[in-house]
């Protein structure tokens, strides 16, 4: 670790050592955050972008403030839903994330 700190704040490799050696190991943490933590952040949003595309009348869906509803109508980016006692609410489609279709209601 003292070594990498070594490259890269001097920029300079240590004697006998090559510099494509010095850098592996910065290149290996960039492949690890990479594969851990960014990969599977871009395929969740592109799952739920999808989702949003295949939003239905009458799917169950809950919103980002956890309002749970039905939809009733869909525009190009909004929609209305029908919460509980009939109320209807015009929410943005950025705003759900969940189908609750396959969940049992109570």
């Known amino acids: 670790m003292l070594n990498l700190l070594n490259v890269v ?8 050592q090559s510099p494509l050696m010095s ?3 910065l290149v290996l943490i960039v ?7 960014i990969r599977p952040q871009m395929k969740r949003q592109k799952d739920l972008k999808k989702f949003r595309e295949e939003l239905k009348k009458g799917d169950k869906i809950v919103t980002t403030g956890g309002i749970y ?3 009733i109508e869909l525009h ?10 009939q109320s209807r609410l015009k929410i943005d489609k950025v705003a759900v994330i969940k189908d609750m279709s396959d969940v ?3």
Do not use: N, R
């Not at 492949?31 to 933590?37: I, L, Q, R, S």
């Open 9 to 16: 704040l001097m920029g300079q490799p240590q004697e006998g």
């Open 31 to 37: 492949v690890v955050f990479y594969f851990f933590m």
């Open 23 to 25: 850098f592996l190991p």
């Open 69 to 71: 509803g039905k939809i």
């Open 104 to 106: 049992a209601q109570k």
């Open 76 to 85: 190009e980016t909004t929609l209305i839903m029908e919460v509980e006692g």
